[in-house]
């Protein structure tokens, strides 16, 4: 079944056709989530609303360009939502947290840390630092830099899934890696790892 | 080239700032000698390109998580699930404003209706005819005064 008879299939509600698209792509839309909130269950649960909103929007579908791409695009518009609207509740829990508990939160981590094998911390410690320093770059960044590494997209696909030239993209994920690398730098001189 | 290679002269910043397209073997041929040479004679440059090629090593352990193979039974529940959801999230949206409209509303004519109620207390006299009580010129003209003054 190529890409327009499936979209027709969904277009006609026919469940086999989304059953097929779902279990095509679902490991490309969960990984592209995934490289944005850092989570897998909070990427399936973004993998899930993506598929619902194509299966209530395929008729909007024109077909000017892939399946892929329009799951992409949503992918991406989805999960930077999540994380904007994250870091507006964490920015409210983290005040709750400064005048109750905290202190006593701090401890149970480090505590739960410390039965894991040293290898283990190590690993937590770098992807952590790791999410941290991609949470940080510009959205714009975020993305190029996710579709190249996590989904290891050519740059002329992210072009056409950011709706933009080829030369900015490749700006894009330059600048990506330079910041990435000063906020590595300047965690390796502070011996942060 | 030259100006690039001078290799003892060069600062660890400029190598530290092409590490990551060093290991992502996007540096030019005559900049990638530079590096390697550097690298060859500066520990601690040797040291960061460890770490970082660490930290990147994280994307390719953790790309392409394993997906619940109950994915799309967890999908389809959704499904069914959707328009209940969304009829009761349009109507919520719809009663929301509508009540805080009727309350808004309810409370301007409130206010209103008092406002049309409430008994003022009748407004003083004004201060000047006090002040014309105790006017001495008005009770005694001053060419009176002047006369029995003579």
């Known amino acids: ?193 | 080239m030259v100006s690039y290679i001078k290799s003892n002269k060069m600062k660890h910043e400029s190598i530290h700032n092409d590490l990551i397209f060093y290991i992502d073997n996007e540096l030019s041929v005559e900049k990638r000698i530079a590096v390697e040479k550097h690298l060859e004679e500066c520990a601690d440059c040797r040291s960061f390109l460890v770490f970082l090629q660490e930290g990147m090593q994280i994307i390719e352990k953790e790309k392409n998580p394993e997906v619940s193979p109950f994915f799309y039974t967890r999908l389809s529940a959704r499904l069914e699930e959707k328009p209940e959801y969304q009829a009761q999230s349009q109507w919520a949206r719809l009663a929301q404003p509508a009540f805080f409209s009727i309350i808004l509303l309810l409370g301007i004519y409130g206010g209103l209706r008092l406002g049309s109620n409430a008994s003022f207390p009748k407004a003083n006299p004004p201060a000047t005819s006090s002040v014309q009580l105790l006017n001495d010129f008005e009770a005694e003209p001053i060419e009176s005064f002047l006369l029995n003054e003579l």
């Open chain 1, 1 to 193: 079944m190529d890409e327009s008879e499936l979209i027709k299939g969904i277009q006609q509600g026919d469940n086999k056709a989304f059953r097929l698209l779902v279990e095509t792509y679902q490991r490309m839309v969960v990984n592209t989530c995934f490289g944005i909130v850092h989570s897998t269950a909070d990427a399936e649960d973004l993998a899930q609303d993506v598929f619902l909103e194509i299966f209530r929007t395929a008729g909007n579908f024109r077909g000017d360009s892939k399946i892929s791409t329009w799951l992409y695009r949503i992918a991406t518009n989805r999960s930077l939502n999540f994380v904007r609207n994250k870091k507006r509740k964490g920015f409210f829990q983290s005040l709750e947290e400064t005048f109750t508990s905290g202190r006593n939160q701090n401890s149970e981590i480090s505590e739960n840390r410390g039965d894991q094998p040293d290898q283990n911390i190590t690993d937590q410690q770098r992807s952590d630092l790791l999410h941290r320093a991609i949470d940080q770059l510009p959205e714009k960044q975020r993305i190029a830099f996710t579709l190249n590494k996590y989904e290891e997209l050519p740059y002329q696909q992210i072009a056409e899934i950011m709706e933009i030239s080829l030369a900015s993209v490749e700006s894009l994920i330059h600048r990506a890696k330079k910041n990435l690398q000063e906020q590595l730098l300047d965690c390796y001189k502070k011996k942060c790892v």
